[in-house]
Structure formats: C-alpha cells, structure tokens
T-cell receptor
Framework: GAVVSQHPSRVICKSGTSVKIECRSL??????MFWYRQFPKQSLMLMAT?????????EQGVEKDKFLINHASLTLSTLTVTSAHPEDSSFYIC????????????????FGPGTRLTVL | GENVEQHPSTLSVQEGDSAVIKCTYS??????FPWYKQELGKGPQLIID?????GEKKDQRIAVTLNKTAKHFSLHITETQPEDSAVYFC??????????FGAGTTVTVRA
C-alpha cells in the first residue's frame, strides 16, 4: 500500500517549452501533496504544498507563475514548468500525505519515483 | 522554522558492521521524525519513523532513537549488507506541517 507514481520518469525538452509532470497516489487519497526539487548530491528542497481543491502554497523564492501546481482530485496533482530554461533542469519529486484515517499516520509522506527534467 | 543537521555526510562500513547516522533539530515542538532511503535515480523511501511520544523504535535491522531533551535522533543499521548502500535522509516536523530534511548521508557498505 501507499504507492505514489509519477509520470513521466524522464523528459527532455527545448528551452522555452512547458512541461507537465503528474503525481498520483494509487491506493490512498491524498489530501495534501508536496513538490520537491533535488539537485545532484543535495537534499530535497520543498517547492510547494498543495491541498486538494485549493491553491498551492509556495515556498519563499519559488515562482508560482513559473511552477504551476494543480491538485484537482484526491489522487492527482500536476506540476507544470512553464517556459523551461536549462537552469530548471533537475530531479522533481512529489510526495503525498494521506488524509486522517488513511494508509499512513497523521504525518507520513510517501514519495514518488521522481522525474528527471533536462532542458536543452 | 525547523533546522535539521545531519552527520556524517559520508559513511563507509564493512559488510556486517553497524552504521549510525545522527541528526539534530532546532524546533522543540517537532514531534515526527522519519528516515528515508534514496537509491540513485529514485525517490526517497520511508524506512522507519518515530514520534515524540516514544524514545526508540526497531524494525528488524533498523532502529531509531530519539532524545527530546537534547533534540537529537539517530538511525542505527545493524549487520549491514551491500543493498544498504544508499543516501539516507532524516527529517523532522510538527504535526501536520511540512518536513524539514537533513543534508543526507551517503552510506557505502564494502563487501
């Protein structure tokens, strides 16, 4: 149980294009999903927190108009990197937290496998 | 906000030996402390967690200890195996809040 998937696992795009990454909780309902970014040999950096049906909360320094997050259902959140540039190349990881009474406890986060974005 | 420090940054152990990773946190109100294992090119996997109402938790070869007074917690891996080689992250948070991660420890188990 508590499986989170991401699609695509790897994407290469040209500078200036937009890329959408999907995050799905497969066997539980996720009231909250998180989007992280990870550079090589570094820790996870939280970009934003999204709650189903409401606007995402972005961390300081993260451009909300560049990284569009939609959490339209209890099992799906999407991250769209708009007008991507080479500096946006990174490993993007989502996580999902079950609602009360779900698969995990009150704070557990389950991570997806990550999406490797390369912007040429 | 919460600040989590993790040591060491790299750890090399002989197969069969134990590995210990230590983390300290700054927010005395934090009450949830998970540990994640991340293999190359993959997302982090929750391996064990502990809540502030207990001091120790064990799951087969893995154990976590928590000292709330000193605000530190540790991961202990016994009888290490080559498949334990990975990057390990500690994290801390308050109930319902976002996780604050340590910088990570790269563990290498030598055969």
């Amino acid at each position: 149980g508590a499986v989170v998937s991401q699609h695509p696992s790897r994407v290469i795009c040209k500078s200036g294009t937009s890329v959408k990454i999907e995050c799905r909780s497969l066997d539980f309902q996720a009231t909250t999903m998180f989007w992280y970014r990870q550079f090589p040999k570094q820790s996870l950096m939280l970009m934003a927190t999204s709650n189903e049906g409401s606007k995402a909360t972005y961390e300081q320094g993260v451009e909300k108009d560049k990284f569009l997050i939609n959490h339209a259902s209890l099992t799906l959140s999407t991250l769209t990197v708009t007008s991507a540039h080479p500096e946006d190349s990174s490993f993007y990881i989502c996580s999902a937290r079950p609602g009360s009474g779900g698969a995990g406890g009150y704070n557990e986060q389950f991570f997806g496998p990550g999406t490797r974005l390369t912007v040429l | 906000g919460e600040n989590v420090e993790q040591h060491p940054s790299t750890l090399s152990v002989q197969e069969g030996d134990s590995a210990v990773i230590k983390c300290t946190y700054s927010d005395s109100a934090s009450n949830y402390f998970p540990w994640y294992k991340q293999e190359l090119g993959k997302g982090p996997q929750l391996i064990i967690d502990i809540r502030s109402n207990v001091g120790e938790k064990k799951d087969q070869r893995i154990a976590v200890t928590l000292n709330k007074t000193a605000k530190h917690f540790s991961l202990h891996i016994t009888e290490t195996q080559p498949e334990d080689s990975a990057v390990y992250f500690c994290a801390a948070s308050r109930l319902g809040n976002k996780l604050s991660f340590g910088a990570g420890t790269t563990v290498t188990v030598r055969a």
